[in-house]
């Protein structure tokens, strides 16, 4: 009970709150590093049809358009999701305490 006079959480419920950060710190985590992978397949896939192309390899110019407008999508994508990011961190630390 004094705990909750002084303005602090009993100490189960910090382990729990904690616990519970934690998770999602790692889940964030987890889900930022899988897109950047698939941001980086998809760059080096639009490479590789772009090389095959430009070797005179058999392979269809519109496979290679679509290869290249998916990365390019995807670059966007990304570019755009860091944007809001960092516009969301700054709002944050305009914020009075």
């Known amino acids: 009970m004094i705990n909750a006079i002084k303005g602090q959480m009993p ?13 999602a710190h790692n ?3 987890t889900v930022l590093k899988e897109s950047l992978n ?13 090389e095959k192309l430009a070797h005179g390899e058999n392979i269809d ?27 969301a961190y700054q709002e944050i630390m305009r914020m009075q305490m």
């Open 27 to 29: 889940q964030f985590s």
């Open 11 to 23: 100490i189960s419920s910090q382990t729990a709150q904690q616990s519970t950060v934690h998770q």
């Open 61 to 87: 110019l519109h496979n290679v358009m679509i290869t290249s407008q998916k990365a390019s999508i995807t670059m966007q994508t990304a570019i755009e999701l860091r944007n809001k990011a960092v516009e």
């Open 38 to 50: 698939e941001l980086n397949n998809a760059q080096k896939a639009s490479d590789l049809a772009t």
